[in-house]
């Protein structure tokens, strides 16, 4: 089945530090990739995401790049801000419109003045 | 963009009891809603999909006795956890797509988180 692993957090960074979070992922057709973020006391929302090969999503600042030949979906920012902590889920959508998503664990990202 | 709710935000119940979960889309309909649920430092395991005007289809393991859901309008689906036990106690959160906008996104509501005692 399908599946979704990230990276083990939690994750502190300085603010203007360097991200990156691993996503890595198993399916057996041609997913949809996802990034959504769920800020403190809040649902969770759509970051960014790519729907083929090679796609690069952006949004804010951070950036993923749908690798096909890795399965990998690894999310980044060159510079972080404190009001980007909050946790990060990884997901797939393997059948199109209206589809189920299968997500990874997550990861919280603190983010330090 | 869409706007998906849900009530209560947190409820604490006894042990048997029955305990109902609204969640709502406030700003577009959904045909379709997804439950899930989300155990501390895990990833959210979808339970459901509701589906308006017809039955649920629940994922492998989940019992659907008990975890009742009914999808009555476009706009409002239901999750009752039935005879609630301590290992019911869990994080449920609900998401819908929006079918006048990109239906590959997911809107998620803020979640509910049961405690039974």
């Known amino acids: 089945g399908d599946s979704v692993t990230q990276m083990e957090g939690p994750v502190t960074l300085s603010e203007e530090a360097f991200l990156t979070i691993n996503c890595t992922y198993t399916?057996?057709?041609?997913?949809?990739l996802f990034w959504y973020v769920q800020y403190p006391g809040e649902g969770l929302q759509l970051l960014l995401k790519?729907?083929?090969?090679?796609d690069k999503g952006s949004n804010k600042g951070f950036e993923a790049t749908y690798r096909k030949e890795t399965t990998s979906f690894h999310l980044e920012k060159g510079s972080v801000q404190v009001s980007d902590s909050a946790v990060y889920f990884c997901?797939?959508?393997?059948?199109?419109?209206?589809?189920?998503?299968?997500f990874g664990k997550g990861i919280t990202l603190s983010v330090r003045p | 963009g869409a706007v998906v709710s849900q009530h209560p935000s947190w409820v604490i119940c006894k042990s048997g009891t029955s305990v109902k979960i609204e969640c709502r889309s406030l700003?577009?309909?959904?045909?379709?809603m997804f439950w899930y649920r989300q155990f501390p430092k895990q990833s959210l395991m979808l339970m459901a999909t509701?589906?308006?005007?017809?039955?649920?289809?629940?994922e492998q393991g989940v019992e659907k006795d008990k975890f009742l859901i009914n999808h009555a309008s476009l706009t409002l689906s239901t999750l009752t956890v039935t005879s609630a036990h301590p290992e019911d106690s869990s994080f449920y959160i609900c998401?819908?797509?929006?079918?006048?906008?990109?239906?590959?996104?997911?809107?998620f509501g803020p979640g509910t988180r049961l405690l039974v005692l």
């Open positions: 700003d577009f309909q959904a045909t379709t």
């Open positions: 509701s589906n308006e005007g017809s039955k649920a289809t629940y």
């Open positions: 998401s819908a797509p929006n079918p006048l906008a990109d239906q590959e996104t997911q809107y």
């Open positions: 399916a057996t057709g041609y997913p949809s």
């Open positions: 790519a729907t083929k090969a090679d």
């Open positions: 997901a797939l959508s393997d059948s199109g419109a209206n589809s189920k998503l299968t």
